[in-house]
Nanobody, 125 residues
Framework: QVQLVESGGGLVQAGGSLRLSCAASGRTISRYAMGWFRQAPGKEREFVAANSWSASSTYYADSVKGRFTISRDRAKDTVSLQMNSLKPEDTAVYYC??????????????????WGKGTLVTVSS
């Protein structure tokens, strides 16, 4: 299975931007559908963005649509989440996920999901 490591989290002021990266090891992510999820303190893990294995399809949660962009760098075997116009409600631990079974991974409970350990994003007001 593929192992995933997220990076790029940190503290940013509202309205600012961050770019999260997810690096793969063990296996390439080129044939995995990829997703980003987040979990705020005291809340359930929720879907943020997904990208099909071919990168031909993307899907975003309504809460981030127009502000976040998921993308792949096949040369580096990474997937990124560009986050713009950040809001305090975006504060959460962000997780990268890979799934070889579904076209667009949008469910945090999908049984075939491989997860990274997360990176913390804190947006101050």
């Amino acid at each position: 299975q593929v192992q995933l490591v997220e990076s790029g989290g940190g503290l940013v002021q509202a309205g600012g931007s961050l770019r999260l990266s997810c690096a793969a090891s063990g296996r390439t992510i080129s044939r995995y559908a990829m997703g980003w999820f987040r979990q705020a303190p005291g809340k359930e893990r929720e879907f943020v963005a997904a990208n099909s294995w071919s990168a031909s399809s993307t899907y975003y949660a309504d809460s981030v649509k127009g502000r976040f962009t998921i993308s792949r760098d096949r040369a580096k075997d990474t997937v990124s989440l560009q986050m713009n116009s950040l809001k305090p409600e975006d504060t959460a631990v962000y997780y990268c996920a890979a799934d070889s079974r579904v076209y667009l991974p949008t469910s945090p409970s999908a049984s075939g999901m491989n997860w990274g350990k997360g990176t913390l994003v804190t947006v101050s007001s």
